[in-house]
């Protein structure tokens, strides 16, 4: 499966799920880039269907709705939709 | 894909225009921020090669138009997300008062009912009846338009939402 590393700051393990053509998903690793911390992310529009099935279930299990963007934080916790202060408050 | 990013930007730039002169004409408006809204049309453009249809950019998509009927841009959710949360789920479509700068356009939650949850509609399946009517009635599951005739238009006149978007009322 095709998940992308952006190296940065550590802080803690962050999976974004985006797709390659939502703006809010890419507003997310705009973000994400400016805060200068280490994160994966998968572009789900553009994964096998195999794959995608796959990450839908995954995704399924932090937001049922398996919207875009859904970013998980160490496996732990996630933040739904481009949501700016709770990213920073997360991330801090 | 290779495709000279000049080429591209000309037809981000034609759908662009065509999207905005009908959605002024029938009651709807673009987001005003023209550098947001054309990304979201270059992903409808994107979607249009994938799929052969304009699926929602900001949504994804199953490849099976059947199951993404309700996504088609503009989706089944467009208007009641203008009505509640003044933007559609993208912001590709906004309300008036968002279009004054009367309301900040932000991110909305995503009405579309999760996986396993979607009903996938039935072509010819009446929702309810017209008690006294010999001819069918065709609604608009974008934007409600009702008409009386044998068969549901080609295109909505209101919203242009193609034939496939209609069902029997």
């Known amino acids: 499966m095709k998940i992308e590393h952006v190296e940065g700051k550590k802080k803690g393990k962050i999976m974004l799920y985006a797709l390659s053509t939502c703006v809010w998903c890419n507003k997310t690793k705009k973000l994400l880039n400016d805060m200068g911390v280490d994160y994966h992310y998968a572009n789900v529009d553009q994964l096998s269907d195999e794959d995608r099935d796959k990450v839908e279930k995954e995704i399924a299990k932090w937001n049922p709705s398996v919207s875009f963007p859904t970013i998980v934080i160490n496996d732990s916790s996630c933040v739904i939709g481009f949501n700016p202060d709770e990213l920073n408050d997360k991330l801090k | 894909m290779n495709v000279n990013p000049e080429v591209i930007a000309e037809a981000v730039?034609?759908?662009?225009?065509?999207?905005?002169?009908?959605?002024?004409?029938?009651?709807?408006?673009?987001?005003?921020?023209?550098?947001?809204?054309?990304?979201?049309?270059?992903?409808?453009?994107?979607?249009?090669?994938?799929?052969?249809?304009?699926?929602?950019?900001?949504?994804?998509?199953?490849?099976?138009?059947?199951?993404?009927?309700?996504?088609?841009?503009?989706?089944?959710?467009?208007?009641?997300?203008?009505?509640?949360?003044?933007?559609?789920?993208?912001?590709?479509?906004?309300?008036?008062?968002?279009?004054?700068?009367?309301?900040?356009?932000?991110?909305?939650?995503?009405?579309?009912?999760?996986?396993?949850?979607?009903?996938?509609p039935k072509a010819d399946t009446a929702v309810s009846s017209f008690p006294s009517s010999k001819i069918p009635v065709w609604r608009c599951k974008v934007c409600g338009y009702l008409c009386a005739r044998e068969e549901a238009p080609e295109v909505c006149p209101i919203c242009k939402a193609k034939k496939d978007r209609f069902e029997r009322f």
Do not use: M, W
């Open chain 2, 13 to 120: 730039e034609v759908l662009y225009r065509t999207l905005n002169q009908e959605a002024e004409s029938s009651g709807y408006h673009l987001n005003p921020d023209a550098g947001f809204t054309k990304d979201l049309v270059k992903g409808l453009l994107v979607n249009t090669g994938r799929y052969g249809y304009q699926s929602c950019p900001c949504r994804l998509s199953s490849g099976r138009k059947p199951e993404d009927l309700d996504i088609i841009c503009p989706c089944d959710y467009r208007d009641p997300d203008l009505t509640e949360f003044n933007s559609c789920y993208c912001a590709l479509y906004v309300s008036e008062k968002a279009l004054r700068g009367e309301v900040r356009i932000q991110p909305i939650p995503e009405r579309r009912p999760p996986p396993g949850k979607r009903i996938i």
